[in-house]
């Protein structure tokens, strides 16, 4: 019953093997900094930001609302050039988005014309991969998510959850060195959330790609993370760079053993000044 | 080591949440106490009577309605009302109905209908190639968007009929006069649906093709395209209407045949039962054109219908 995960890896290893190396998904990000705007309207979402991110890293991207943390995972994904300083993926300059990084965003971005299977064998099928290893990948990938029974179905017959498995799912399709996920589970209730967050770390275990996830929960953060790096009100630059003390693999329990509430304190302590000043900004 | 853990962690949560969320509001079960999975096949077949039922409903509604517009058609030039509005020499459904007869047994009234539709294909088919790529070039540009939009704002309000003089003067032969004048009026409606179909592209989509690898012209084909394709339907059904609106004045260029033509000769002959049948038809023909449109549109848009 596990064979499809270690499938999977065999999958990941074949891919990895030959050109590319293990120690893909290294990200440095250099004194970035990023306005919006010009003349009178011009405003900095992030400021002289510097950072790096280990091949294999889980990463959480936490801070206020509207302090930039979206900018910057949009720099890393080639949406959003920076105004100052580089970030580069694997030694080499983001010059604008590539199957490299996969990017899961918070909700509604699956092709709503492409079926489930279609929608996670887009990647494989751009790539310039046949019919018959689009399909396999395809397969594979509906296995891993458990919804092999809806892979003829189109997005708006599924759940929230289920579609932002297909989201995860069509992202990792590209066996990519960068995982990129904007507050991926922010619309799901709590419950559906929770499995979420264990099925992500299940799957990462199997890919080891670097993944860098905003949030704005501190329980997920401290939950899914190797490091929490907390923003400032914007402009956002990073004020905490924490490292979670927690084993893997993660269990829900671990949410009430006391390095977690311990570093859950820390970063509320950190992320409530913050909000505070963002706050006050807001109402100036 | 760890891996076995993970990978049964990872099953559970899966099968369980399959079951939570398949009764979430997600699911396309359209009675609101529907049950999924085992009897979705059942659920579905009664879906599908039902909307067969309430189709029928409809189709009846409509059939009846037209039975009491014929009705009234009828007992009006009968009894030569004469309210305001004057029926006594319209002529009455009878009557139009037997003209209608004769045409039908006459081969010359099937040429009128074929040539007319050979002009329309044309035409339509022309302003749906010219339409989708000006209303993509319009939304992709601003250069060609602002250079295309004053000609269409100042194009689209006059009408075909105001077209002939100038029809006749620019183009070389009859024919092509009026397959311009049809061409014309269906390439307004589509070019301005295509422009409104490709801006409503959400932004996230074609950010999550870039990053799935896409090329411009992927996006172009993968996303864009059909993220237009309802509204560009839309446009492609209203565009054959408009086209048939416009066929009369192109027809009455024409010195011999045409549906449009057969209707404007009827009048000048002052055979008023033949004006009708030549509306009725013009007015059928549209109705089934628009409704071919939509038809052959559907296998594009299965994937909205069913997102309801
Ligand atoms: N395209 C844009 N044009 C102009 N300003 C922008 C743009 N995108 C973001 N901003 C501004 O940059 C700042 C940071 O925005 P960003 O979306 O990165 O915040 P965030 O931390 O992701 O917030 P949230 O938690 O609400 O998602 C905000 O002040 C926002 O108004
Ligand atoms: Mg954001």
């Known amino acids: 019953m596990n064979t499809h995960v270690v499938s999977l890896r065999e999958h990941a ?43 294999g890293e889980f990463v959480c ?29 694997d030694g080499e300059a983001v010059s604008g988005p590539g199957p490299d990084r996969g990017m899961v965003f918070q909700q509604y971005s699956l092709f709503p014309w492409k079926t489930i299977r279609d929608n996670i064998g887009f990647g494989p099928k ?6 018959a290893e689009t399909d396999s990948v395809a397969n594979t990938f509906l296995e891993m998510i458990g919804l ?55 799957t990462w275990s199997a890919f080891s790609t670097t993944v860098v996830f905003v949030t704005h929960d501190v329980d997920e953060a401290v939950f899914l993370a190797d490091r929490v790096l907390i923003m400032s009100a914007g402009p956002g630059a990073i004020i905490a760079d924490l490292r979670v003390p927690l084993d893997r693999p993660r269990a829900a329990d671990m949410a009430t053993t006391p390095q977690f509430m311990q570093l859950k304190k820390q970063c509320l302590d950190l992320i409530r000044a913050e909000s505070l000043k963002a706050f006050e900004q807001q109402n100036r | 080591m760890s891996s076995q853990a993970h990978a049964s962690k990872h099953d559970e949560p899966a099968a369980v949440s399959d079951g939570h969320e398949s009764k979430a509001p997600g699911c396309a079960t359209p009675s609101p106490n529907a049950v999924p999975q085992g009897s ?10 039902g909307v067969l039922a309430r189709h029928a409903a409809n189709v009846a509604i409509s059939l009846a309605a037209l039975l009491v517009g014929l009705v009234f058609w009828h007992v009006a030039t009968h009894t030569k009302l004469n309210v305001y509005i004057n029926f006594e020499n319209v002529p009455p459904p009878l009557r139009v109905g037997e003209a209608f007869m004769v045409h039908l047994a006459d081969p010359e009234f099937y040429i ?29 540009s601003r250069v060609a968007r602002a250079f295309v939009y004053p000609y269409i704002e ?30 014309l009026g269906a390439l307004f409606p589509i070019v301005l649906n295509t422009l409104h179909g490709v801006e409503q592209t959400p932004e996230v989509l074609v950010r999550a093709a870039k990053s799935l690898g896409a090329s411009r012209l992927q996006i172009f084909w993968h996303v864009i395209l059909p993220a237009a394709l309802p509204s560009i339907a839309a446009g492609l059904a209203i565009g054959m209407g408009v086209s048939w609106f416009s066929l009369l004045a192109g027809e ?44 052959a549109m559907q296998p594009f848009l299965a994937w909205q219908r069913r997102a309801r």
Not at chain 1, 153 to 165: I, N
Not at chain 2, 155 to 170: F, K
Request: aromatic share 8%; hydrophobic share 45%.
């Open chain 1, 126 to 131: 751009l790539a310039g991969r046949g019919y």
């Open chain 2, 112 to 140: 009128h209908i074929a040539v007319s539709m050979r002009r329309i294909l044309t035409g339509y088919l022309l302003a749906t190639a010219l339409g989708v790529i000006t209303g993509v070039l319009m939304a992709r």
């Open chain 2, 40 to 49: 979705r096949r059942l659920d579905f077949a009664e879906f599908l009577r």
């Open chain 2, 252 to 295: 009455i260029i024409s010195g011999q045949y045409g549906i449009g033509y057969f209707t404007w000769n009827a009048y000048s002959l002052i055979n008023y039962p033949d004006i009708v049948v030549g509306m009725l038809v013009i007015g059928g023909l549209g109705t089934l054109s628009t409704y071919a449109v939509k038809l």
């Open chain 1, 148 to 202: 092999t029974k809806f892979a003829d179905k189109y997005p708006a017959e599924l759940s929230g959850g289920m579609q932002q498995r297909v989201g995860i799912a069509r992202a990792l399709a590209n066996y990519p060195s960068v995982l990129l996920m904007d507050e991926p589970f922010g619309a799901l209730d709590a419950q559906t959330r929770l499995m979420m967050q264990e099925s992500l770390l299940a």
């Open chain 1, 61 to 89: 991207l936490l801070g206020p609302s509207g302090c930039g943390k979206s900018t910057l995972l949009n720099s890393m994904a080639g949406y959003v050039k920076p105004s100052s300083g580089t970030v580069l993926v």
């Open chain 2, 154 to 183: 100042i194009l689209r309000p006059i009408p075909a009929v105001a077209w002939i003089p100038l029809a006749i003067l620019m183009w070389p032969s009859e024919e092509s006069s009026i397959v311009y004048i049809t061409f």
């Open chain 1, 13 to 55: 290893r074949d891919r990895r093997s030959g050109t590319r190396n293990a120690g893909r998904g290294q990200i440095e990000i250099r004194n970035v900094s990023i306005h919006f705007g010009r003349g009178h309207d011009a405003h900095p979402a992030v400021m002289e930001t510097t950072l790096d991110i280990a091949p």
